[in-house]
């Protein structure tokens, strides 16, 4: 397959309107964040992501299924880091509504849907890239090498963690979000591992198609 021809980019308007939806999002959250410190660690992906994109946009441009997946990725991120994500009035709300069903929740549960999230999105990402520029074809190796990539950027970013209270001590707490659980980097990389595996499961075939189902 072609690394610069797909069958199912974003129309311009759309690609227009994911963009916008981005940029508002992000800079409405940089107005008056929690913590400055926290939202920069947070957003850092989107801003560079970005220019990114648009930049290589003609020579490589994306399907249109990857285009919303990254946008309601970098709202998770952006929202995360406007409010730090142990108080997301988001997570809160989902944390009242788990309530209602009986499951008793103790902290905000955003954190956990950022990492289940760095999976979910970032497996479709991974796997685009994979059929687009490697002659790997569709099939288990696909699979597994597609997971092992989410759960490689997935320790990565704890690591990214790690140095941050190295750096910044006290001060990265917000960033960290472990919330008073000492197991929250393995339930990190775990959820991680749990939204790529669906992601899998749920987009491939869509995915295929978009990408014109040549490999």
Known sequence: MSATTIAT????????LLVGIAIVALLVSG???????????EVIWVIVAIPIIGLNWRRFPLTRLLCWLLVAH????????????????LGFWL???FAALGLDVQRNPWDRLGHLMQGFVP???ARELMLRCTPLRRGGWLFYL?????????????????WSALIYGADADAF???????WDTQWDMFL????????????????????????
């Open 95 to 97: 944390r009242d509504s």
């Open 146 to 162: 597609v997971l092992a990539a989410c759960l490689s950027f997935s320790a990565f970013f704890e690591l990214i963690e790690w």
């Open 9 to 16: 980019p974003p129309a311009p308007f759309e690609r227009k």
């Open 31 to 41: 107005i008056a964040p929690k913590d400055r410190l926290t939202w920069f660690l």
């Open 192 to 215: 991680c591992l749990v939204g790529a595996t669906v992601s899998l499961l749920l987009w491939s075939r869509l995915h295929d198609r978009q990408l014109g189902n040549r490999n």
């Open 176 to 182: 960290l979000a472990t919330q008073g659980d000492v």
């Open 123 to 125: 497996a479709i990402l």
């Open 74 to 89: 970098a709202l998770v991120l952006i929202h995360g880091g406007a409010y730090t994500y142990a108080e997301t009035p």
